[in-house]
C-alpha cells in the first residue's frame, strides 16, 4: 500500500500562482510515475502533469508553460507549481501514484477571475 498526502491548495486570484506537494508513503516502488489530475464538478478526472522516477515530465496541453513538476525522490515527494492562475484551473487536485494507481484524498484549488 502507497499513502499519499497533499498540501498546498488554496483559493487565488487569476494571474496568481501556488505550489502543491504530495508525500508518498508506505510500500513504494523504485520505479514509479508520479502524477498530478484534476477533476472540476461535472467533469472527468484528467491528467495535469506526471513525472517519472527518471525525472521525465509529461503535461496536459492546457496547462503548459505555466505549471512545473518536479520531484523529489529522497523525499518520496512531488511538487506542482502553478503560475498563471486562470479561472478554469479551479478543480480539485489528486496526487497518483503508478503502478496501480493509487489516489491521495484531493485538494481544492479555486481561482477567482
Known amino acids: 500500500q502507497v499513502q499519499l498526502v497533499e498540501s498546498g491548495g488554496g483559493l487565488v486570484q487569476a494571474g496568481e500562482s501556488l505550489r502543491l506537494s504530495c508525500a508518498a508513503s508506505?510500500?513504494?516502488?523504485?520505479?514509479?510515475?508520479m502524477g498530478w489530475y484534476r477533476q472540476a464538478p461535472g467533469k472527468q478526472r484528467e491528467l495535469v502533469a506526471s513525472?517519472?522516477?527518471?525525472?521525465?515530465?509529461n503535461y496536459a496541453d492546457s496547462v503548459k508553460g505555466r505549471f512545473t513538476i518536479s520531484r523529489d525522490n529522497a523525499k518520496n515527494t512531488v511538487y506542482l507549481q502553478m503560475n498563471s492562475l486562470k479561472p478554469e484551473d479551479t478543480s480539485v487536485y489528486y496526487c497518483?501514484?503508478?503502478?496501480?494507481?493509487?489516489w491521495g484524498q484531493g485538494t481544492q484549488v479555486t481561482v477567482s477571475s
Open positions: 508506505g510500500s513504494r516502488f523504485s520505479i514509479n510515475v
Open positions: 513525472i517519472t522516477s527518471g525525472g521525465k515530465a
Open positions: 497518483n501514484y503508478k503502478p496501480y494507481d493509487y
